[in-house]
């Protein structure tokens, strides 16, 4: 699917004058590409993707990491109202779905119609619970022991010291962001869907369940199967989801 790149921080997929639009936010230490094969299977007709780079990786390597998610949701949002159409879909996974609560808010605080907010493996919020002083203390081991529970990479990959040496400052700078976020005690006004790994042991039932009190429109909470990133190998299953979702909106069904 051919890609465009507006600005540095939102690439598009799709079309430029969309019916819908999705905005893409990964996870903490994930970059852009990691979400590059979600478009084909989300769009469908005359809509779009914008998927989110953050700061200080990929082709954004050389700049500072993000040291604000608020700040972050706020830069992303001015970007979406400038290149997008349509009702918008935030949709993150991990650190990403609480930056996409954030925007959702920014979205609707400007006017623009929030149709659906998907959080994918993320916890609520309020429920983050990293301690931004243990953050800064783990050791190179700890950061490989977290790697190897959590991440999205190649297993070879973290045996390299080189390769270790970019990604985890990178990792720790997301890690001290989410920490250090003061989440605004507000409900969005659209639905949300709450989605995660049955294996997963960093989002469990209870935290799919607790984004309830940040909707005023209704939860869906979905479980499928793997762990943190279950959707390596049910990408198909989540954006079925979504879509029966978006489709149970304008039918005017209630999700619970």
Request: proline share 7%; glycine share 10%.
């Amino acid at each position: 699917m051919k890609r465009s790149e507006p600005t540095p921080l939102v690439w598009r997929y799709g079309a430029e004058r969309a019916t819908r639009t999705y905005v893409l936010a990964p996870f903490a230490g994930g970059s852009a590409y990691a979400m590059g094969d979600w478009p084909r299977r989300l769009l469908r007709g005359n809509e779009s993707a914008l998927v989110l780079q953050y700061p200080g990786r990929g082709p954004r390597a050389a700049e500072p990491p993000a040291t604000s998610l608020s700040a972050l949701a706020a830069e992303a949002a001015e970007a979406v109202l400038k290149h997008s159409t349509g009702p918008v879909v935030p949709v993150g996974h991990s650190l990403g779905g609480v930056l996409a609560h954030t925007l959702a808010l920014r979205l609707e605080d400007a006017g623009r119609p929030v149709e659906l907010l998907v959080a994918s493996a993320a916890r609520p919020p309020a429920s983050v619970r990293l301690d931004a002083g243990q953050v800064l203390a783990m050791t190179d081991a700890q950061w490989l022991a977290e790697l190897t529970r959590f991440s999205s990479y190649d297993p070879r990959l973290l045996e390299d010291p080189d390769v270790l040496d970019l990604i985890v400052p990178v990792l720790r700078a997301d890690y001290l962001m989410l920490a250090r976020h003061v989440p605004e005690n507000r409900r969005v006004s659209c639905p949300v869907v709450a989605v995660g790994g049955a294996d997963d042991t960093w989002v469990g039932a209870g935290h799919l369940a607790a984004w309830g009190r940040w909707t005023a429109a209704g939860l869906t909470t979905r479980t499928l199967p793997g762990g943190h990133f279950y959707y390596r190998d049910g990408l198909t299953a989540l954006t079925g989801l979504i879509h029966d979702a978006l489709d149970g909106v304008h039918g005017r069904k209630v999700y619970r």
